[in-house]
């Protein structure tokens, strides 16, 4: 029987197969811009591994697409319009996201969680929900990427270490920084934390 992860691990794959064949591009392309094994890459595109945070970015970079189109459709498609009380889209484009509509991206390795708060990932300005449990760090090593980050912490405590200096965010606190400066975050208390995250340009 198939675990939820396994699922979850196909379903990335899937994902992962899918933008690299619209792109015309083999294993062995991706495999080398991304700096990982061709081996791997297969692996993960059958549901066989589980990508971290790292190796997903770097894939996503050789994909030429945000992190964010990795994000997976929640359970049961989006509903229909149930009438103005309920409606979601404006001039035909949808602006709304129901809370239990949210793509997500789940990567075991760095125990944090990842929800995408905007219908999709093409926007100017990259809205994430991000739960970190204790323990969990962003990434093995701090990285940076182009643009500007700005964090909310709405629950918890977290310490993001930007270019060696520490900085601590508890629940109500919020950060604004370049996000071409090499950064990480890191929850270092007993209990989860969550954070609200706009990104720009999109680079997640």
């Not at 404006?90 to 509509?101: K, M, N, P, Q, S």
């Not at 075991?108 to 990932?121: A, C, I």
């Not at 323990?135 to 270490?161: D, F, K, Q, Y």
């Amino acid at each position: 029987m198939r675990t939820k992860h396994a699922d979850e691990d196909h379903a990335l794959g899937q994902t992962i197969r899918s933008l690299r064949q619209s792109r015309g591009l083999t294993l062995q392309n991706v495999a080398k811009t991304a700096n990982v094994s061709e081996s791997l890459v297969s692996q993960i595109e059958r549901g066989r591994a589980s990508p971290s945070i790292t190796t997903l970015r770097r894939l996503a970079s050789a994909l030429e697409v945000p992190v964010a189109a990795l994000f997976l459709e929640p359970d049961g498609a989006w509903p229909r319009e149930a009438g103005k009380s309920g409606k979601t889209e404006l001039d035909g484009r949808r602006i709304i996201v129901r809370h239990d509509e949210r793509k997500g991206l789940k990567v075991p390795k760095s125990k944090v969680n990842y929800e995408l708060l905007t219908p999709d990932h093409d926007r100017q300005i990259e809205f994430l929900w991000i739960e970190y449990i204790p323990g969990a760090v962003s990434h093995p090593t701090p990285m940076a990427h182009a643009g500007e980050e700005n964090a909310l912490c709405i629950r918890g405590s977290v310490v993001i270490t930007i270019e060696g200096e520490e900085f601590v965010l508890d629940e109500g606190d919020s950060i604004s920084f370049d996000s071409g400066r090499a950064h990480q975050v890191e929850n270092r208390a007993d209990e989860p934390a969550i954070l609200i995250s706009a990104i720009t340009p999109p680079s997640f």
